[in-house]
């Protein structure tokens, strides 16, 4: 438990990185309509996002939360937001594609939300 505090922290670190890079990305692409060419934007989503996941993982295993609490919802929101942002960015239509974008940040400041205040 002595890495509690500095996994925690890390895995919020990444959360923000994360979610800024999504937010950033989805306006390059969505609503200023330029594509996402550069490596950096292409690859860098995939690493913050393993990384959040594995730090999730190991804190949940080092906690020991129950599944069916707060946990569960934040990872049903999770999956949730993962599709919409696929959605999102593959949609053909620009209008769909912009909707479900700002869905998908609604829900990522759900998650971020739910794991703040753990209500559950």
């Known amino acids: 438990m002595d ?24 306006y390059l692409r ?20 393993t990384l959040l996941l594995a730090t999730g993982i ?15 919802l934040k990872i049903g929101l999770i999956v949730a937001y993962i599709l919409i942002g696929m959605a999102a960015f593959r949609s053909g239509h620009r209008r769909r594609g912009v909707l479900l974008y700002l869905l998908a940040l609604i829900v990522f400041v759900s998650i971020a939300v739910i794991a703040v205040h753990k209500p559950l």
């Open 3 to 26: 890495y509690y505090p500095l996994l925690k922290n890390t895995h919020i670190l990444i959360a923000l990185l994360s979610g800024m890079g999504f937010a950033l990305r989805g």
């Open 58 to 72: 190991v804190l949940w295993i080092m906690v020991g939360w129950p599944f069916l609490s707060w946990l569960g």
């Open 30 to 49: 969505l609503i200023v309509n330029r594509p996402l060419g550069h490596p950096v934007i292409c690859i860098a989503p995939h690493v913050l996002d």
